[in-house]
């Protein structure tokens, strides 16, 4: 009875939480009570995950909160973080509920500062984009195989070394002139235009790199001045602008002729790769010699079955002979009938003669005519046909290559046996096997003189 008063003077029992429960209740309430708030602070221990969300720190001098940003709206954010920068979130206050971790859920991002200097950016922008200073109709080409590259930018940035090194490799044989000029500070975007103004007018290179290294909106602030985008427009020269990183864009990015995403792609767009052209440059040229090799072989099957195919110069000569020798035959042959016939008649006639011993002075003046007339036709078919004999003879002997070379001339012919018709098929030290009218000869090429155009023959002469 004393344990059972003593209980109930203790008051009703309390609900017994888990973890869970609690951590669950304690996110409920942060949820309800904080809608979501704007906090600026330092990035620290950024991280991120292979499924795409962010994790960092944001501190201060004094305090520090963990935030998370998933994938679905760090992609909005335009850039990605890195360690140390200043940045301003928009975020929900919660609890991590499985650990009991007091976070930041982040739904928007951008740099600290960078409210302001956005709006200057838009509208300017916005300006000269109405103007017509961006339209890509107004870009220019770059030059395919330059032989100067100038760059402008500081000697003490990190983006010099590396266009350099970038051209070093790619391009040994490319002559580089750097034109030195503050990146960043007060005037610099003053002092970058008038260094561009500077390029344009002495026209010593054949495309202009303008670059820089990263950094915060404030660092790369001198190339988002309507000066620099107004000179690189007025510059005689391409212009390739490279400044920060992939994500960092600036005015000039847009005014350029081309814009890269850092400063070693800058030189890279530049400036061809010389490895890459030298083996381009190779497998041309073997393709062509394929080619020819291909060429020169067909050329030389023609060749080969056109010798096959025509008859050669003594067969010619031999069937002119031959011919000639038909005509004659021919000739000899009508020559001793015409002789013939005529014997013939003038045995009848004699005949006749006997048998007209009264008519045989008007026969025999008829002989006589018929004799003449005979002898007439006998010299002119005589003279005939010696003539076309003459004309035949003569066309024999110009096609007969013995007849040339009696003349002085003589037959060259290759290692093959093919004669040589043109001296360009020769080469110094090619063998030689010269024929002459009498022997021949072996000979070896000492050198080969160009083909020479003779000048055609005059109208006329006085």
Known sequence: ???????????????????????????????????????????????????????????????????????????????????????????????????????????????????????RFLQLKQRLEAEGLFDARRKRA????????????????????????????RSPHVKVIVYPVPVQGEGAGLRIAAMLQAVSARAEVDVVLLVRGGGSIEDLWAFNEEPVARAIRACALPVVVGVGHESDFTIADFAADLRAPTPTAAAELAAPDRTALLRSIGEGTSALRRALASGLQRAQQRLDYSQRALATPRASLQAWRARLQQLSIHARHAMLARFSQALRGGDGLRARLQLRQPRTGVLAQALQRRGAVLSSAARHVLQERSSRLRTLSARLEALDPHAV??????????????????????????????????????????????????????????
């Open 1 to 119: 009875m004393e344990s059972g008063s003593a209980s109930e003077e203790q008051g009703p029992a309390r609900e017994i939480l888990t973890v869970s429960a609690l951590n669950r209740a304690v996110a409920g309430f942060l949820s309800r009570s904080f809608q979501l708030v704007r906090v600026r602070g330092e990035i620290a221990n950024f991280t991120r995950a292979a499924s795409g969300h962010w994790y960092f720190t944001l501190k201060d001098a004094s305090a520090q909160v963990r935030c998370v940003m998933f994938r679905g709206r760090n992609v909005l954010a335009g850039f990605a973080p890195r360690e140390g920068d200043d940045v301003e979130v928009l975020a929900q206050v919660g609890l991590y509920e499985p650990r009991g971790e007091f976070q930041l859920t982040v739904e928007a991002l951008q740099r600290a500062g960078l409210g302001q200097l956005y709006e």
């Open 142 to 169: 770059l030059p395919g195989f330059p032989r100067v590259v100038g760059v402008v930018t500081s000697l003490q940035a990190a983006a010099l070394r590396d266009v350099l090194t970038t051209l070093a490799r």
């Open 405 to 462: 070379l009696a003349r002085g001339y003589a037959l060259a012919a290759d290692a093959r046996g093919r004669l040589v018709r043109d001296a360009a098929t020769l080469a110094a030290g090619d063998r030689l096997q010269l024929r002459f009218a009498r022997g021949g000869a072996s000979a070896q090429v000492l050198g080969v003189e160009p083909r020479r155009v003779e000048n055609p023959p005059s109208g006329s002469e006085g």
